[in-house]
Nanobody
Framework: VQLQASGGGLVQAGGSLRLSCAASGHTVSRYAMGWFRQAPGKEREFVAAISSTGGSTNYADSVKGRFTISRDNAKNTVSLQMNNLKPEDTAVYYC?????????WGQGTQVTVSS
């Protein structure tokens, strides 16, 4: 499974961005998918996850109510809508796909939120 993340950029605080992650090489309809992020000097942290069917989602407390994860299994994609962005959301965002013990990572996309 290859994952390609896109949609990052520079935005002012309070603004919005939509990240997308496109999978190739294998259908991911049976994979849980999600996003982690890593800020400079910090460990990678969980952001959001979605079940294979899209029926269940989970969010880090820091993004609840602001971020929404979704997926389109017909297009082999997962998205992260980020609203009301804050400077502390600045990080490289990584998408992943997970099935049992296998986990695949995308290359990361930079999100920078200016105050």
């Amino acid at each position: 499974v290859q994952l390609q993340a896109s949609g990052g950029g520079l935005v002012q605080a309070g603004g919005s961005l939509r990240l997308s992650c496109a999978a190739s090489g294998h259908t991911v309809s049976r994979y849980a998918m999600g996003w982690f992020r890593q800020a400079p000097g910090k460990e990678r942290e969980f952001v959001a996850a979605i079940s294979s069917t899209g029926g269940s989602t989970n969010y880090a407390d820091s993004v609840k109510g602001r971020f929404t994860i979704s997926r389109d299994n017909a297009k082999n994609t997962v998205s992260l809508q980020m609203n009301n962005l804050k400077p502390e959301d600045t990080a490289v965002y990584y998408c992943y796909a997970k099935q049992e013990s296998a986990r695949y990572w995308g290359q990361g996309t930079q999100v920078t939120v200016s105050s």
